[in-house]
């Protein structure tokens, strides 16, 4: 399946010249993936809902200050291809091209839908991500906010005083309330009605109940869920529903599964490629080849490598934090660290892995979700 059988001419567009103000208001009311940016007539980058909630940017600000670069996609590029090009851009939305003319726009859901029928051949606990950030529901607006900028995240499970799910808060959640609350104070000096903002429990935001899914669960009925609900993840929950946070499982997380690979070489995903410097990916699948030798019982199917850069800088160098995720025939296994230019927080990172790994034991192997998934691509 090509990207000429699911992409869609309907998009939303922007001039780089357009106030951030207005760009708000546009995801406000019409709910974009995200919004194509263009510069007198020509294809400028994306501009997507996180990175809106992830910036202090006055809404008197051009467009352009937050558009983000995203490789055009052409028409008939592979399916397969075009969900790794959108998890590595960390993008929901993309152009698709037809020669030198803009075709339309391929999204999350596209593809999504396109291969909806063919993702009972996995279940939730492959894939979800067991890693997750929380936050409380008596926590600030504010803190919510810091957690969503410092992780790079697009929502927060929100937990009781006794730790158990209480409700979700996501980036949407924010920018709906920070647009609602704009049109209802007007267009004066508001910094001191954003302080306020900032210092509302979280439980005055927050969707309750959250939506979950068990790991038992199909990832085509627990995508079905999303797609129904026009939402990007769920809370993994126990079949028992007792409230404990497991996880959550993301569009974003069954993309990076349609990437999968038969090859004999480790199959590695980068998002934010654009944040390496020195390193490249033959770099990286090196190092964490070098790690998984080590444990001849360990097999490492996948690995996702996620940079996301802080504002902080030391003599010009900005911080990157770094976080390298394994789905190996031990179950997942990660690590995450902090350093000034990404080679350094890589290299923080995968020491933070090796020693997680040295951690491990007890898991039984489970090769049969990859065999499984690959026969039902190369049916599309």
Known sequence: MDIADIATPDFIEVDVNERLGKVRSIFERENPKGIIVVDDGE???????????????EDNTKASALTK???KIDRNEDVREVARMLVEGDTKVAPVYEGKEQYGVVTQNDILEAVLENLDALTVEQIYTE???????RDRLGQAINQLREHGISRLPVTNGDGRLAGVLTTYDLVEFM??????QGKQDRRG?????LDLPVYDLMTSPALTATPEESVRDAVSRMLENDIAG???????????????????????ALTFTEEEQMDVQVTNIGLLETLGRADIVSAITEVANKYQRMNVHHAHVRFHEHKEKLRGTPLIQCQIRLRTSHGQLAGSGEGYGSEHAFHVA?????RNVLEVKGFEADERYRG???RKLNEL
């Open 350 to 354: 995968l020491d933070k892995l090796e």
């Open 372 to 374: 499984q998934l690959l």
């Open 193 to 197: 009605d954003t302080d306020r903002m």
């Open 131 to 137: 890693d997750v950030v929380t936050i409380g529901e």
């Open 179 to 184: 647009v609602r609350d704009e049109g209802r």
């Open 69 to 71: 670069a995203v490789p």
């Open 234 to 256: 769920l809370v993994v929950t126990p079949k028992d529903d007792d409230g404990e946070v497991l996880g959550v499982l993301t569009k974003t997380d069954v993309l990076r």
């Open 43 to 57: 294809y400028a980058g994306v501009i997507g809902e996180k990175q809106l909630i992830n910036s202090h940017v």
